[in-house]
């Protein structure tokens, strides 16, 4: 849509007076190949046509939305205030002041402030015209008529069309800038762009879009101080969790590995007990169960330990996924034993609850997927657990956790790591080519969504979702008495067969780290299985290829 | 004029009628279940809509279960007892063995025959826990196929 220029009259509408800004501006973006506006410069004005595209189109919407005619570039209103339209960060604080009403200190400081953060994101980053654009978005919310007068004095801009590529990666701009505002505790700078973030969201489509929202979300609750209930309803999680499981191969990766180092470490065994830290809907043991049953020499006596959060409603649902257990062990020929125990953290535990038999009459594994990150939100959580684990004498410990850095001590570190590793989970899920019950989708994006929430916008003993990478799992198992188990090309096989079957297959990718499985996808790995025994004792596992 | 795969009762219409063939498969059961046994998958399915009898035989498990260990050595016998348990080997082929073949053809090897049928065991198991007791209320089973967990063994590959 082109606008047929006006002449503008000589009130208020100097040319660039202020050179400060322009210098900023010029300063900022060096590599934006520093062409003028040939339109505008014919006026006078020394602005860049990228930057007024992008106010332009804004205001376009603004237009749209308040119906306010201006295609011939009238105003209709006899309200008009002039500003100089070239002089952007100016005539936005002005806005600002007058529409924010006393609470804005209408002083420059304000603007410097915001400038100076802006900036301070490297690269090509900070445009002051995206602080400038909240200030559009407050007042289009508030639909003044000064609003509208401004709007016709910048009416008569040519239109550029936004590229939605050039959108997106202002909006992962925007997202750091706000994250950044959080950071500094800059709460109304973060405010005005996590609105922002809002309107750049919704020119995305996808997995961008999905992933912008939910950060966008998180910021808000994080400057509002409005936290989400604390995630009391396990059954709500553990359903959510299921649609996971269903639409990506994230948990079925992690199951068949830990099942395959479990069956390595049971081969000769008669009696075996696994205990499962988080036994959710049992989903992992019908295939150990399966690979048990079909061991040649006969399957061993199982038991089943599993632990879980206690339930709102009182209702057992650990007895009720064991009672599912047993009936399919009776179907296979396994002699089957189960026991739940409901805890509020794993911390609570004490082994000698569990009934451990000697391990000369019983092999024991330990089992924890997803299960240990939440525990580094209490102090002395983890010590605790590990120290549990190696009184229970396990033959081998299997741990499944995301590898991705979101407990570092700096908020934007965080953010950061967070808006990448959940990017590209989203990325993997709408490359899924998941075309069945969208449902299914909305509801995995949901669980993802929950835990960026609690990520971004919980702090202390409610930030569960601490996830640590691999190398620092490592070290912590090292140190408090393991060795690693190398999990074997069986397991590689096994998981390069299942991701294979996955329609998107060719994303998905396993990756051998020091005997630690890694699924990824294309080069960004996202979770990591790994094994563990106690040091000092005979592995044993290594042999066994026959097995499955 | 000898007609193999036509159902019984239809006289040939043309020359030589009244004169009944001198060889009708469907009386010579055995060896039809030996041709049947060396049929593929497509082939016993479009072969059990011939005739009720052909049917009765194309639904017999062991059909299917050679269909399953065709390529591979074969399994030890405990074998057979859970995958009858877990729902039998026409469920097993159709459901998981033919899938995950035709998925992983490209990146076939011959030594991972045994490991693909292993894994089509292990999500046949999965499948059977899921079908019981059906705690998700948003379950739903459509015929034959899969519970939602596996659904992505049903989508069609663009391969």
Do not use: W
């Given at each position: 849509m082109k606008r047929d220029h006006q002449e503008i009259s000589g009130s208020g509408s100097?040319?660039?007076?202020?050179s400060s800004i322009k210098g900023k501006l010029w300063e900022e973006d060096p590599?934006?190949?520093?062409?003028?506006d040939e339109l505008l410069a014919v006026l006078g004005y020394k602005v860049r046509s990228s930057d007024m595209a992008d106010v332009a189109q804004k205001l376009e919407m603004l237009e749209k939305v308040m119906g306010t005619a201006q295609e011939d570039g009238?105003?209709?209103?006899?309200d008009t205030v002039h500003f100089n339209p070239s002089d952007l960060s100016g005539w936005v604080q002005n806005l600002l002041i007058e529409f924010n009403?006393?609470?804005?200190?209408?002083?420059p400081n304000f603007n410097d402030d915001s400038e100076y953060d802006l900036r301070a994101?490297?690269?090509?980053?900070?445009?002051?015209p995206v602080k400038s654009d909240p200030g559009l978005e407050n007042t289009r919310k508030r639909a003044k008529t000064e609003s509208s007068s401004s709007s016709s004095s910048t009416t008569n801009r040519p239109v550029v069309l936004i590229d939605s590529q050039e959108t997106g990666v202002r909006l992962v701009h925007t997202l750091m800038a706000c994250a950044e505002a959080v950071q500094q505790d800059n709460l109304k700078l973060a405010d005005a762009l996590v609105k922002h973030i809002g309107l750049l969201a919704s020119s995305q489509t996808g997995a961008m879009r999905k992933v912008a929202t939910y950060f966008a979300e998180a910021l808000a609750r994080r400057i509002y101080r409005?936290?989400?209930?604390?995630?009391?309803?396990p059954s709500y999680n553990d359903k959510l969790e299921m649609h996971f499981y269903e639409t990506c191969p994230y948990l079925k990766f992690a199951h068949f590995t830990a099942n395959q180092a479990i069956l390595e470490a049971f081969s000769m065994a008669n009696r075996v007990h696994v205990i499962d830290?988080?036994?959710?809907?049992?989903?992992?043991w019908p295939a150990l169960m399966q690979a048990l049953a079909l061991r040649p020499g006969g399957p061993p006596a199982f038991r089943l330990t599993g632990i879980g959060p206690p339930q709102p409603d009182n209702t057992d649902a650990l007895q009720q996924v064991g009672w599912k257990l047993a009936q399919l062990a009776e179907r296979i020929g396994i002699e089957f034993e189960f026991r739940g125990f409901v805890a509020n953290?794993?911390?609570?535990?004490?082994?000698?609850?569990?009934?451990i038999r000697r391990p000369e009459i019983e092999v024991v594994a330990v089992n924890a997927v997803f299960e240990?990150?939440?525990?580094?939100?209490?102090?002395?959580g983890i010590e605790k657990v590990v120290s549990s684990i190696k009184a229970m004498k396990p033959k081998i410990v299997t741990v499944v956790e995301q590898e991705?850095?979101?407990?570092?001590?700096v908020f934007l570190d965080r953010f950061t790591e967070a808006l990448h590793y959940y990017s590209t989970l989203f990325d993997s899920l709408e490359g899924?080519?998941?075309?069945?019950?969208?449902q299914d989708l909305a509801m995995s994006e949901l669980y993802l969504g929950r835990q960026i929430c609690n990520v971004v916008a919980c702090e202390g003993m409610?930030?569960?979702?601490r996830h640590e990478p691999l190398t620092q799992w490592r070290t912590r198992m090292e140190t408090a008495g393991f060795s690693p188990v190398h999990l074997g090309s069986n397991a590689y096989k096994q998981a390069s067969m299942l991701l294979a079957?996955?329609?998107?297959?060719?994303?998905y990718r396993v990756e051998e780290n020091n005997g630690c499985l890694m699924l990824g996808w294309h080069t960004r790995p996202l979770i990591a299985t790994s094994a563990w025994r106690l040091a000092g004792t005979e592995s044993g596992s290594e042999l066994t290829q026959e097995l499955s | 004029m000898v007609q193999n795969h036509h159902c019984e009762g239809h006289e040939t219409?043309?020359?030589?009628?009244?004169k009944r063939p001198?060889?009708?498969?469907?009386?010579?059961v055995d060896i039809l279940i030996e041709i049947l046994k060396r049929l593929d998958g497509r082939s016993l399915c479009v072969a059990a809509s011939v005739c009720h009898l052909w049917c009765t035989i194309a639904r017999n498990d062991s059909l299917w279960e050679n269909l399953c260990f065709r390529h591979v050595s074969p399994p030890p016998s405990s074998v057979r007892s859970v995958v009858l348990a877990l729902g039998g080997y026409k469920r097993l082929y159709t459901g998981y063995v033919r899938p995950v073949r035709s998925r992983l053809g490209r990146m076939r090897?011959?030594?991972w025959a045994r490991d693909e049928v292993q894994l089509s065991l292990s999500l046949f198991c999965v499948d059977y826990y899921e079908r019981l007791?059906?705690?998700?209320?948003s379950r739903r089973l459509v015929g034959e196929s899969s519970p939602l967990s596996l659904m992505f063994l049903c989508k069609p590959v663009n391969v």
């Open positions: 100097k040319p660039a007076e202020s590599d934006a190949g520093g062409m003028d009238i105003s209709q209103l006899g009403g006393p609470t804005t200190t209408p002083d994101i490297p690269g090509v980053a900070a445009y002051p409005i936290f989400p209930p604390d995630s009391l309803d830290f988080g036994l959710k809907q049992g989903m992992q953290s794993l911390a609570d535990l004490e082994p000698e609850m569990l009934d240990l990150h939440p525990l580094l939100a209490r102090p002395g991705a850095n979101h407990n570092g001590p899924s080519g998941v075309a069945p019950a969208s409610d930030r569960v979702e079957l996955f329609a998107s297959g060719d994303g | 219409v043309g020359e030589n009628k009244g001198k060889f009708f498969i469907n009386d010579h090897k011959a030594s007791g059906g705690s998700n209320s």
